[in-house]
């Protein structure tokens, strides 16, 4: 079967580093994605890691092991904007994106 | 550019009747799909679209019916709305099955 887990909650505060976890267990594996949502909001595309290794877009890294199926999103000089859901996604042949259950994060000043 | 557009926003059912959400995009997008999103269960894929003239079921279909109406747009069709079915659903669209996917604003349907 395939499975993906993240934590379901996170908190830290502003200015602090966070890493958010997921790990996952599937088929026909080529590539990880993050998206964030905002409460009430969509669901935004944050980045992709199709290899092994970190990806860096400004305050935001994604990184993937394939030989551990793992991967983490790193969120540094927090801001109290980035409050939102996160979500890992798994790319995999033969069929659509399989999203994990989300990651809650909280920052407070 | 629109991006993914749905409707409607906001929609409160009775059990029993139908409905249809709409949905479409500009991106000139092969790939369709449809998620509901309900508290701690992050999204479910019910259906989607690969390709123009194609439509496959995904984790929670039953009780859904979708219809891919042209390569822009992408209805998801209620029969006889249920108390279960209240959840905020969104549809997405991709170049590609396997390619980053962009979401609409999303409906957010109550079952009474």
């Known amino acids: 079967g395939q499975s993906l887990e993240q934590p379901s909650e996170v908190t830290a505060v502003e200015g602090a580093i966070v890493q958010i976890n997921c790990t996952y267990q599937?088929?026909?594996?080529?590539?990880l994605s993050w998206y964030q949502q905002h409460d009430g909001g969509a669901p935004t595309f944050l980045s992709y890691n199709g290899l092994d290794g970190l990806e860096e877009t400004g305050r935001f890294s994604s990184f993937l092991s394939r030989s551990d199926s793992y991967g983490y999103l790193l969120l540094q000089e927090l801001q109290m904007k980035d409050s939102a859901s996160y979500f890992c996604a798994v790319h995999q042949a033969g069929t659509a994106l399989i999203f994990g259950k989300g990651t809650t994060l909280s920052v407070s000043s | 550019n629109a991006g993914v557009t749905q409707t409607p926003k906001f929609q409160v059912l009775k059990t029993g009747q139908s409905m249809t959400l709409q949905c479409a995009q500009d991106m000139n997008h092969n790939s369709m799909y449809w998620y509901r999103q309900d508290p701690g269960m992050g999204l479910r894929l019910i259906y989607y679209?690969?390709?123009?003239?194609?439509?496959d079921k995904g984790e929670v279909p039953n009780g859904y019916n979708v219809s891919r109406l042209n390569k822009r747009e992408f209805s998801l069709r209620l029969e006889s709305a249920a108390p279960s079915q209240t959840s905020v659903y969104f549809c997405a669209s991709s170049r590609a099955r396997t390619d980053t996917q962009y979401f609409g604003p999303g409906t957010r349907l109550t079952v009474l």
């Open positions: 599937t088929s026909g594996f080529y590539g």
């Open positions: 679209s690969a390709s123009e003239g194609t439509t």
